[in-house]
DNA sequence: AAAATACTTAAGTTTTTACTTGACTATCCG
DNA sequence: CGGATAGTCAAGTAAAAACTTAAGTATTTT
């Protein structure tokens, strides 16, 4: 928990909460504008402002605006910094199994 | 944000929060003790062991108590979910963009 | 030019989280 | 047995998060 990873910080808060995970949801689809992705969300489009800010300054979403209209698209390389956190745990995690493995199998070489 | 995903919930809210990354960073190094895990972390026992049982409700960690130490380890299909469903983002994303590339590809088959 | 659309921003409220303290239980060790 | 160790539980607090309302700005549309 040292000053270490700045991003994935902000990246996993982003997923954390469902709303902006429908968001996520509703962009892999495709861009759209910012009450478009408010339409079926139960809350107010600020509400929904606020949450594309979150998203927006993790990484995950990117936005444009043109006219009076923001539209909205996914980041891929906001998604992959928490697939390779992810990964990593469990890749960790396996090679350590495996090592385990290995004592069990070859036991007379210790 | 209808009633669907119930784990995923869990999982993402677990994984939002920096002090329970970092305690599934130091379960991918291998099973620890609850007081060896708080440890490190600058927080009471009693903290760790809330953050614990979120982590084990949403299937990231399993834990076993053997007299009076509770030995946790990571449960690897919790990661899994998330990691799921991050790829089916990125993959429902760029297969998007491969049917737009086609397009701009071939503009005389339409 | 007026009305409507599509946000934006600020301020305040409510709800949820993270964390602490303190008391308690169970197990192990000398 | 008595004390130390390992964790549990409940209650309360404080800070962070999510959300609302209300007022404002910039762009279309009519």
């Known amino acids: 928990m040292s000053g270490r990873k700045p991003d994935i910080d902000r990246v996993f808060h982003a997923l954390g909460d469902p709303t902006r995970r429908a968001i996520m949801e509703r962009l892999s689809q495709g861009p759209i504008s910012v009450s478009q992705l408010a339409g079926p969300l ?36 906001g998604l992959s910094l928490a697939e390779q956190w992810i990964r990593d745990r469990r890749t960790i995690w396996e090679r350590r199994l495996d090592k385990l493995g290995d004592l069990l199998a070859e036991p007379d070489e210790n």
Request: glycine share 8%; hydrophobic share 40%.
């Open 42 to 77: 139960e809350i107010t489009l600020a509400a929904v402002v606020q949450h594309l800010q979150i998203l927006e300054e993790s990484g995950l979403v990117g936005t444009e605006k043109v006219g009076r209209v923001r539209t909205c698209r996914i980041e891929p390389t």
